[in-house]
Antibody, heavy 120, light 111 residues
Framework: QVQLQESGPGLVKPSQTLSLTCTVSGGSISSGSYYWSWIRQPAGKGLEWIGRIYTSGSTNYNPSLKSRVTISVDTSKNQFSLKLSSVTAADTAVYYC????????????WGQGTTVTVSS | QSALTQPASVSGSPGQSITISCTGTSSDVGGYNYVSWYQQHPGKAPKLMIYEVSNRPSGVPDRFSGSKSGNTASLTISGLQAEDEADYYCSSYTSSSTLEVFGGGTKLTVL
């Protein structure tokens, strides 16, 4: 059974770059046809889709964050990553990684989430 | 402001049925059968409950059902149980460049 686990610094200074990694276990990130996504949730608020990467490496981003976001994949490590530049306090949130099969609209596997605080 | 509109809260007693609505536009909910619903307990990750409007993933009780009419999708939970108390989010594909949008979430209270 595939599991996802987010990792990365819990505290980032304003104007710096937030970097998170999602490690896939129980299966290969390269097998099958999946979108690997990042979603965030500020405390007490709703979910926001950040973007996704396809198994082939092609990406799609939320236009509201596109200028600051990069999602990449490292198949050798069975990981995909999120970089968000020029962060502000508004980027403080729980960040989740999740998987979605390309033929099914619904993210069926989620990581447990990691809290990132932007503060000096 | 979320792209999809959900009621902030709904409540029901054990054994009753409740319905949570999710209203969008013809560019998202109304235009495609690509609506999913997620359940989120406090401090936990969301869990997929319904995909593509009305399909249940393996392991999700059949007390949970989904439907759509026009620009509004709905999640119905019948035979409410205490463990159903959680936040529920809808999500839809959108033809805008955003691709995926969520509702603002609905807090379900089991009285």
């Amino acid at each position: 059974q595939v599991q996802l686990q987010e990792s990365g610094p819990g505290l980032v200074k304003p104007s710096q770059t937030l970097s998170l990694t999602c490690t896939v276990s129980g299966g290969s990130i390269s097998s099958g046809s999946y979108y690997w996504s990042w979603i965030r949730q500020p405390a007490g608020k709703g979910l926001e889709w950040i973007g996704r990467i396809y198994t082939s490496g092609s990406t799609n981003y939320n236009p509201s964050l596109k200028s600051r976001v990069t999602i990449s994949v490292d198949t050798s490590k069975n990981q995909f990553s999120l970089k968000l530049s020029s962060v502000t306090a508004a980027d403080t949130a729980v960040y989740y990684c999740a998987r979605r099969h390309t033929a099914i609209y619904g993210m069926d596997v989620w990581g447990q989430g990691t809290t990132v605080t932007v503060s000096s | 402001q979320s792209a999809l509109t959900q009621p902030a809260s709904v409540s029901g007693s054990p054994g009753q049925s409740i319905t949570i609505s999710c209203t969008g536009t013809s560019s998202d909910v109304g235009g495609y059968n690509y609506v999913s619903w997620y359940q989120q307990h406090p401090g936990k990750a969301p869990k997929l409950m319904i995909y593509e409007v009305s399909n249940r993933p393996s392991g999700v009780p059949d007390r949970f059902s989904g439907s759509k009419s026009g620009n509004t999708a709905s999640l119905t939970i019948s035979g409410l149980q205490a463990e159903d108390e959680a936040d529920y989010y809808c999500s839809s594909y959108t033809s805008s460049s955003t691709l995926e949008v969520f509702g603002g979430g609905t807090k379900l209270t089991v009285l």
